[in-house]
């Protein structure tokens, strides 16, 4: 079967299984989900597959990939760049796009500034240039604004139990748990359309990743000093009212990346694909549109 034929491939990555899906036609653009951990049947764009041939990557140590030798530790942004690498030389394409969702987008920064040959372009979705006490302090004032608005809702006490919950998170069940129960804050109104969200939420499938290196040393991020080398044409993408890689994220990125095109999704929080897809696959297929080599 070719690579790149419509539907579920498997190859080799460094020993591990390295399992990718297809969708679509035009263009090659693969899409790195987040979490880390999360499936990635939530990053699913039917908009992008109109005109793009999707390549969505399941990342190692979640659903048909292998896992690592020191799961849930390890799955740093090296070793998930290296399994793009042996993923794009599997595809064997002259040039392909590549775009990441939040820890994703991490990965696609990492990947661009790092193991740029045939990247035609980077999309970076509520993304950051940094993490640790600085980040998280930011994520923290955006989650207290998502309380203040919804302080009269009975089910903000689930979303505030999650919050509480996930410094402890162990295993997949608790990652779970956790990842469906933070959900509606990851929506600009959540409560609004509740029942297409629930179902969404219901969907969701997780894996236990630590965020730790295999000598269990935090994988931290600060890009600020690397970005400005960048050389990919880079596109970055953040929802108004992203609780976790909000627009001042989104800002930074567009400053510090040279030319880098900033597109905030006014009525999106960390999830636009879905809550205004038709306005987030415009603005990836004109980025790709123009980036093409």
């Known amino acids: 079967?070719?690579?790149l034929a419509p539907g579920t491939h498997t190859i080799d990555s460094d020993g591990v299984v390295q399992r990718y899906h297809v969708y679509g036609s035009g263009p090659v653009c693969l899409a790195h989900p987040g979490g880390p951990g999360i499936h990635w049947e939530y990053l699913r764009s039917p908009e992008l597959e109109e005109h793009l041939t999707m390549v969505?990557?399941?990342a190692l140590g979640t659903g048909g990939s292998g896992r690592l030798p020191s799961h849930p530790h390890g799955y740093t942004r090296e070793r998930l760049?290296?399994?793009?690498?042996?993923?794009?030389?599997h595809l064997d394409v002259p040039e392909f796009h590549l775009l990441g969702h939040s820890h994703g987008a991490f990965v696609a920064a990492y990947h661009a500034l790092h193991r740029p040959a045939g990247l035609a372009g980077v999309v970076l979705y509520e993304g950051a240039p940094v993490t640790g006490p600085?980040?998280?302090?930011?994520?923290?004032?955006?989650?207290?604004?998502?309380v203040t608005t919804h302080a009269g809702r009975p089910e903000l006490a689930g979303v505030l139990a999650a919050l509480d919950a996930m410094p402890s998170i162990a295993d997949d069940e608790q990652t779970l748990a956790v990842a469906r129960g933070i959900l509606p804050s990851y929506f600009a109104d959540y409560w609004g359309d509740e029942p297409r969200w629930a179902t969404f939420r219901d969907g969701l499938r997780a894996t236990f990743i630590s965020g730790l290196a295999a000598d269990l040393t935090p994988d931290l991020i600060d890009d600020r000093d690397?970005?400005?080398?960048?050389?990919?044409?880079?596109?970055?993408?953040?929802?108004?009212?992203?609780?976790?890689?909000?627009?001042?994220?989104?800002?930074?990125?567009?400053?510090l990346i040279p030319d880098a095109r900033l597109v905030i999704l006014e009525n999106s929080g960390h999830m636009g694909h879905l809550e205004e897809p038709r306005r987030f696959a415009d603005a990836v297929r004109g980025f790709v549109t123009a980036s093409k080599r």
């Open 226 to 255: 690397d970005l400005p080398n960048s050389t990919v044409p880079t596109l970055v993408i953040v929802g108004r009212h992203d609780v976790i890689c909000g627009p001042r994220w989104g800002w930074e990125l567009h400053e």
């Open 134 to 146: 600085e980040h998280g302090a930011e994520a923290g004032r955006s989650f207290q604004e998502f």
């Open 81 to 89: 760049s290296r399994a793009l690498q042996a993923l794009t030389e």
């Open 56 to 58: 969505y990557v399941e």
């Open 1 to 3: 079967m070719s690579a």
